[in-house]
Structure formats: C-alpha cells, structure tokens
C-alpha cells in the first residue's frame, strides 16, 4: 500500500480538483491511501469565523458564507446537478457547522478552534471523493477521527498510538483507495482535535506507520524540496535526497516544505518519503530516505520570520544559574513558545522564540517578576546546514545582526532588516 498527501494548493478549485484525479490517473491509485488538506486557503478563512464567533461579532454570518460560497463554487463546477450525493455532502457539513456555533456553550478558544476549522479537512475530503469516483476512480472516505486517536490538548494533539493502531487496523484494509482527512484525530469523548498547523503531513505518516506502507509521497507546488525558500533566497536548487536524519534537523529548524513531526514514524519503519510536483507528476522529485545526508552536498537556507528575541539578565546582577533557567524554561512550556536559540552568559539569558498562541505579553509579565526583560519583535532568524563563509555573508549582507551562533554543521544569525 502507498499513502499520498495533498495539500491546501493541490485542491484550491475545481480546476485543480481536475489536476489530482490526473496525477493519480498517471501514477495509479490502486491500494493506496489518500490524506486531504482545506482547500486553498480554507483553514485561514475558517480562523477568522472562529476569531468572529468567539468575538460575538456580527460579521459572522458574512465570513461564514465566505467560505459557503468558495466551496460550492467549487462543488458546482465539478457537479452540476444540485442534486448529485456531493452537494448533500457538503450542505450536511455546512449544517453541522451551523448547529455547533449555535449549541456550543464552551469558551475554551482551542477547543472551539479545533471543532470549526476541522470542517475545512471534511469537506475537502467529501468533494475529492465523490470527484474520485464520479471519474472512475472507486474509493471509501473514511472519516479520519474514527481512526487517529489522540488527547485533549486542542490544537496540538498528541497521538495516542495503540488506540490508533488498533481503530486503523479495523477500518482499512492492504487493498483498495481511500480517501481522508489531514491534520484532524478526536479525543476520548470523541470531539475533534487538530495535529497543529501543517498537521495532514504528520497524518500521511501516521497512517504509514500503522499499516506498514511502501511509501509516502507529498505532492506539492514545487518540484522537490529546495535547499533555500526561493521566497526569499535567489537561486535555490533541489535535493534529489535527504538522509532522515538531516530531514529532521531542516524540519526541527523551520524547514516548510516536510512537517517536523512527520519524519519520526517514518525513519522508525525506514518507510521512504517522496516530495513530488503535482504540476508534473512524472518527475523524480526529491526522496528521503537511508543513505548520504544531502546529494548533492550543499547549504541549506532556512528563514523564520516575525520571531521575538528576547534577553534577561538578573535584577541584582548575579549569575543565571541552571535553577533560574530551569524557571524560564517552565514558563515556556506554560506559553507554549517554540524556542529556536538560546545564548547565554554570566548574567544574561537570551532566547529566539516563536509565539504561535500570542502568549508573549503574559509570558513577558511573568518574567519581569524575576528579571530584567528587553526585547526585539519582527526580527529573522536564519538557519544554515553545512554553512560556508560565503553562505553566512549572503545572509548577513544589509542587515543588522544582533546574535550569531555557530556549531560543527550549522550556523543561526538573527537579524533585524
């Protein structure tokens, strides 16, 4: 069996709903399993339904049929008939997302996150499934929260591994297409959960581990995956491999293109990762897998944008000590800050963080309780694997450079434009 993912890009509109049922058509379909993103740019628009919902705005209702009117757009053009199965589909969707924002008594923001935005993953799924099999291409949906099984940390779900294994194992078998939801799991009292953002990767190697694949291939806008993001960086050229390991060291640094989590289950089972275009599918595109590190050899680029750097030093001028770091490193678990750097010295504490939960300002009260707190907001942090002299002053150029921080393979430069 083979698990391919595609995400938000591969299925924005009917004409690109289109282009998966060719891919498929050109590589095959048969025993394989397929996970799903929001179409386009789902997810973002269902976020503000949620900021309005928890708001109380009155532009509820409007942003809502936003998203109504994107989807059936879509699900006209490929589905004229307003009576075809895929529109019942969809307006049932749409129904149950409506009777939730009615009934919901909850004022938990993840919670209720997680039970809007799941929508965008269901009603994709629903829409490339009935497309699948309206050109020929027989499959089972599967409504994924009856499969991944995780905790009730909402937004972030752990995976609850046996559970998982044993719900996948009932509901699919080594043969047949099957169709399915990325990012989303449920917990014990079976309300949805979310992976965290970029999550449908991590879900394609959930389902990998499980049922013992041959592969996993993530089709993207992009040929394979690039040493730099040409976003931001000129000239970026593809892998053709990447060692596990050195996948996992790009992705824990802010590598996009592979999700952080994706990698562990795979390298565990040795299950070979492809990154492959859905513009041409044909391509070899780039493998992860045992072998060399990178081929060919070359840096890396990672960028991370809007970051906090944020310094503390003590209030009486003694040393930091490993129980006054053990303290900050409580209160980022508590926020939930993603660190990237840490420097320190006799009486300094400096660190690049992410704020993906907008926890700074009360991260920021709480350690002013105990230190000294300057910080810097909107700065970049730059990653660079299997660094050159050259490589460091191309990313230094014209900027400001506030920490520099070097070992054996990789460099990291924050900088302020």
């Not at 995400?7 to 095959?28: F, P, T």
């Not at 699948?132 to 499969?147: F, G």
Request: proline share 2%; with cysteine; glycine share 4%.
């Amino acid at each position: 069996m083979k698990v391919f993912k595609f995400g938000g890009a591969s299925v924005k509109d009917a004409a690109s709903v289109r282009n998966v049922v060719s891919v498929l058509q050109q590589v095959g379909a048969t025993d394989t399993l397929i996970v799903v993103s929001a179409m386009g740019k789902t997810t973002n628009a269902l976020e503000v339904v949620v900021k309005n919902y928890i708001s109380q705005s009155g532009e509820l209702e409007s942003v809502l049929n936003d998203v109504k009117k994107y989807h059936f757009d879509i699900l006209n053009d490929l589905f004229p008939d307003s009576n075809h199965a895929a529109h019942q589909k969809v307006n049932a969707l749409f129904n149950d997302l409506s009777d939730f924002l009615k009934s919901n008594k909850s004022s938990n923001y993840n919670y209720v996150y997680d039970q809007i935005v799941s929508y965008g993953e269901l009603i994709s799924s629903a829409i490339l499934s009935f497309f699948l099999a309206e050109s020929e291409i027989r499959n089972t949906w599967l409504d994924v929260r009856e499969l991944i099984a995780t905790d009730n940390n909402y937004r972030d779900a752990t995976v609850d591994w046996d559970t998982t294994q044993r719900q996948i194992a009932v509901k699919i078998s080594q043969y047949g297409t099957y169709v399915t939801q990325g990012f989303l799991g449920a917990d014990d009292n079976n309300f949805t959960t979310t992976l965290g953002r970029e999550g449908s990767d991590y879900t394609a190697a959930i389902f990998a581990y499980c049922l013992n694949v041959q592969s996993v291939t993530i089709w993207k806008d992009v040929p394979g995956v690039l040493n730099a993001d040409p976003r931001y960086f000129e000239n970026a050229q593809m892998l053709q491999q990447i060692s596990y390991r050195e996948a996992i060291e790009l992705a824990f640094y802010g590598a996009t293109v592979i999700h952080p989590k994706t990698l562990q289950p795979l390298q565990r089972k040795e299950i070979p990762l492809h990154v492959k275009s859905f513009v041409n599918p044909l391509l070899p595109g780039t493998t992860v897998a045992k072998g060399k590190d990178l081929i060919p050899s070359m840096p890396c680029f990672i960028v991370k944008k809007n970051q906090y750097l944020i310094s503390l030093s003590s209030l009486d001028f003694s040393f930091i000590m490993e129980d006054h770091i053990a303290g900050v490193f409580a209160l980022l678990h508590k926020y939930k800050m993603k660190v990237s750097l840490i420097q320190n010295s006799a009486i300094s504490f400096s660190l690049c963080l992410e704020d993906k939960f907008d926890n700074f300002q009360k991260l920021r009260t709480e350690l002013s309780k105990q230190f000294k707190v300057y910080y810097n907001e909107n700065v970049s942090l730059y990653t660079i694997r299997h660094f050159t002299e050259e490589a460091a002053a191309e990313v230094t150029a014209g900027k400001t450079v506030m920490i520099k921080q070097a070992s054996r393979e990789t460099i990291q430069i924050v900088t302020k434009e």
